[in-house]
């Protein structure tokens, strides 16, 4: 019912810029989040940024605030993830995910998951 495909991952220089985005189906009830997340060789899976259903509140890792921007387009029932001045240690597999709302936080319990895109930093 909820299906989620993520996209947008490549190969980026150092202080690059890259846009992913989450393409969401089969939402019926607006009260999901939606976080991205990475994980990268040999480390656990990290919360980058997520975004309310509600509200449009953000929410991001220190890691990456400043740099990365999460927004959505309802019309097109997408999620974006605006990454810029991108760095070595950003490389990951990326994913989103629909999450439970939950007071006081955005990441929540999962609901459903996509397959991943890899970003790739280097010079």
């Known amino acids: 019912d909820v299906q989620l495909q993520a996209s947008g991952g490549g190969r980026v220089q150092p202080g690059g810029s890259l846009r992913l985005s989450c393409a969401r189906s089969g939402f019926t009830v607006e009260d999901y989040a939606i976080g991205w997340f990475r994980q990268a060789p040999g480390k656990e899976r990290e919360e980058v940024s997520c975004i309310k259903s509600g509200g449009g509140r953000t929410y991001y890792a220190d890691s990456v605030k400043g740099r990365f921007t999460i927004s959505r387009d309802n019309a097109k029932n997408t999620v974006y993830l605006q990454m810029d001045s991108l760095k070595p240690e950003d490389t990951a597999v990326y994913y989103c995910?629909?999450?439970?709302?939950?007071?006081?936080?955005?990441?929540?319990?999962?609901?459903?998951w996509g397959q991943g895109t890899l970003v790739t930093v280097s010079s």
């Open positions: 995910a629909a999450l439970l709302e939950v007071a006081g936080s955005c990441f929540g319990p999962f609901v459903s």
